[in-house]
């Protein structure tokens, strides 16, 4: 080994060169923690509501419904009020929706857990028998098929409530007398 070769190895190289970078700072935080998002997340049911002339906390949060929000004041008590109780109306169909999306979430994933462990049930017991039985091609994998099924039926009920739920949320909107678009909440 020549000197030059020695000199380029990285062993022999001063440890003062070598940069270790930490996380990366985020500019408008000045720390490794991502920034939260400017605005609201805005799902279509909040657009469909919107669409029924109904409000969610997500779309009034945007910065233009706030400020509208700020300009369009009650002007007197009595108007306030009925805002107000408007507004908890639209909040109280809001959490209804979002609860029943919230139960109907814990309902798959127990629907998703029972079966995935009859289906691990079920394939030690296929495995046994295929193992012992290896040469008589006895061996059914119809539980897979049947495990398969229980999973898209119940993924399918799920996607049926919460669309029930949706229409259902739209559908008070779209009856409600005097329905406003602008919550009224700062």
Not at 161 to 173: E, V
Request: charge should be negative.
């Amino acid at each position: 080994m020549s000197a030059g070769s020695a000199s380029s190895s990285v062993y022999s190289r001063s440890t003062d060169s070598v940069k270790i970078h930490g996380p990366p700072v985020h500019r408008r935080t000045g720390s490794n923690v991502p920034p939260e998002p400017d605005c609201p997340h805005i799902t279509a049911a909040d657009h469909h509501i919107g669409d029924a002339r109904g409000f969610s906390t997500a779309l009034e949060s945007t910065a233009s419904r706030l400020q509208i929000a700020k300009k369009d004041r009650p002007s007197t008590d009595h108007e306030w009020q009925i805002s107000l109780l408007d507004e908890l109306t639209g909040i109280r169909w809001e959490n209804e929706f979002y609860g029943a999306c919230s139960d109907l979430y814990d309902e798959l994933v127990l629907a998703v857990t029972q079966a995935s462990r009859e289906l691990l049930s079920q394939s030690q017991s296929y495995l046994r028998d295929y193992l012992s039985e290896q040469d008589s091609g006895t061996v059914n994998r119809g539980f897979l098929l049947q495990g398969a099924r229980k999973l898209n039926t119940a993924l399918q009920n799920s996607q049926a409530c919460q669309a029930a739920a949706l229409q259902s949320w739209i559908d008070k909107w779209e009856q409600a007398p005097g329905a406003r678009k602008s919550v009224r909440w700062l």
